[in-house]
């Protein structure tokens, strides 16, 4: 079964840095996500992408957030500048139209 | 905004016993979907309902429109179903202007002992 690709699974980087996390998604999906969950707490939406842009973002996903799709097969979250509360699983996920979201296996991102 | 809200949060089961766990949500949806969150924290997607009822293997997921209410059953539970199962609601691609995105209930932590 096709599956959604995440790089690194553990991320451990000083406050102030900047990091890249990595999706993979499935090559026929036309719609992406970036999800992140912090410790204990549920999951929230950070940003949708479509089309080759963001189609939505929520609250969460500020100036400190980015999201590209460089090359057509990766799909990329960066977050400048990291703080301690960005410390959380982050999760990539792709769809086709009318199906079910298929979830990569996450990125545990440390801030210390 | 949608409010999901699942119960139990926990719960402790004995193998073989069947397990039910429900998901209530505020407003008007096009699809639930059941998830499945492994203690590594990875996240599966269990089943994806707009109406009736789903099976797969030892899992049932059936949905009330009418009611906004969601349930995922286990029968001839076992160990290995031991998890924090996830309901998430999506209001459709057309949902007033969103694409799509999930929201996620707080998960119900299930423990299957031996």
């Known amino acids: 079964e096709p599956e959604v690709t995440q790089t690194p699974s553990h991320q451990v980087t000083q406050m102030g840095q900047e990091v890249i996390l990595r999706c993979v998604p499935i090559s026929n999906h036309l719609y992406f996500y970036w999800y992140r969950q912090i410790l204990g707490q549920k999951v929230e939406f950070l940003v949708s992408?479509?089309?080759?842009?963001?189609?939505?973002k929520s609250e969460i996903f500020d100036d400190q957030f980015s999201v590209e799709r460089p090359d057509g097969s990766n799909f990329t979250l960066k977050i400048r500048s990291t703080k301690l509360e960005d410390s959380a699983m982050y999760f990539c996920?792709?769809?086709?139209?009318?199906?079910?979201?298929?979830f990569g296996s996450g990125t545990r991102l440390t801030v210390v | 905004k949608n409010e999901v809200e699942q119960s139990p949060q926990n719960l402790t089961a004995q193998e073989g016993e069947f397990i039910t766990i429900n998901c209530s949500y505020s407003v008007g949806i096009s699809a639930l979907h059941w998830l499945q969150q492994h203690p590594g924290g990875g996240i599966v997607s269990l089943f994806m309902l707009s109406s009736g009822k789903k099976k797969h293997g030892r899992l049932i997921a059936t949905i009330n429109i009418q009611e906004k209410h969601s349930s995922l059953h286990i029968t001839a539970s076992h160990p290995r179903d031991s998890a924090v199962y996830i309901c998430?609601?999506?209001?459709?691609?057309?949902?007033?202007?969103?694409?799509?995105?999930?929201?996620f209930g707080k998960g119900t932590k299930l423990s299957v002992k031996p």
């Open positions: 996920a792709s769809l086709p139209v009318g199906a079910r979201y298929t």
């Open positions: 992408f479509y089309n080759n842009e963001i189609s939505e």
């Open positions: 998430a609601v999506w209001g459709g691609l057309d949902y007033g202007g969103s694409q799509g995105n999930l929201i």
